[in-house]
């Protein structure tokens, strides 16, 4: 028992040498979900918050990710946050993204998938109150149905011009 103590030591020491890659992409505020919507200060500091850990090139890095092999179990999160929606990158999404983006988020955070809870255990002050997350909904609500009246009008629009 006292060998597989002491080699479970020795792998863990040795783990703590491959570090996860702490860099966020650089941020371009015009490209920003909150800055091109211009969200309401109140209901942006809860989006923060509650999604840009893991779902923005903002990702603050806490102390416990410089332990192996919990780094790299929340990197993965990160990254896979940052592919299902990137808050930073929002406004390159084309307008059908965008609003399919905001229709899923409406989903996860109305159902309280999201945040995680995993991820409000280390973070409490992430956790919206019903008040809040429903204000978050609501507001996704607003934003997706505008791109798409906005998208559709474009589209109209355009066959408009043609004939």
């Not at 332990?67 to 946050?81: R, S, T």
């Not at 929606?85 to 993204?97: Q, V």
């Not at 507001?139 to 629009?157: S, T, V």
Request: aromatic share 10%; hydrophobic share 35%; with cysteine.
């Amino acid at each position: 028992m006292k060998k597989i103590l002491v080699v479970l030591l020795v792998l863990f020491i040795i783990l703590q040498f491959f570090r996860i890659d702490k860099t966020n992409p650089p941020v371009n505020k015009g490209m920003d979900f909150l800055t091109i919507k211009n969200t309401p200060e109140n209901i942006a500091g809860k989006i923060r918050a509650s999604c840009y850990d893991c779902h923005s090139n903002e990702t603050k890095y806490p102390w416990y990710t410089n332990i192996q092999p919990v780094a790299w179990w929340l990197k993965d999160h990160i990254d896979e946050g940052r592919i299902k929606l990137n808050f930073s990158t929002f406004a390159t999404y084309e307008p059908k993204r965008q609003a399919h983006k905001l229709h899923e988020a409406v989903e996860m955070v109305e159902s309280g998938e999201m945040p995680m809870e995993s991820y409000l255990l280390a973070h409490p002050e992430a956790k919206l109150t019903n008040e809040e997350r429903k204000a978050v909904v609501d507001y996704f609500r607003k934003i997706e149905a505008d791109i798409r009246m906005e998208h559709n009008l474009a589209r109209e629009g355009e066959k408009h011009d043609r004939n």
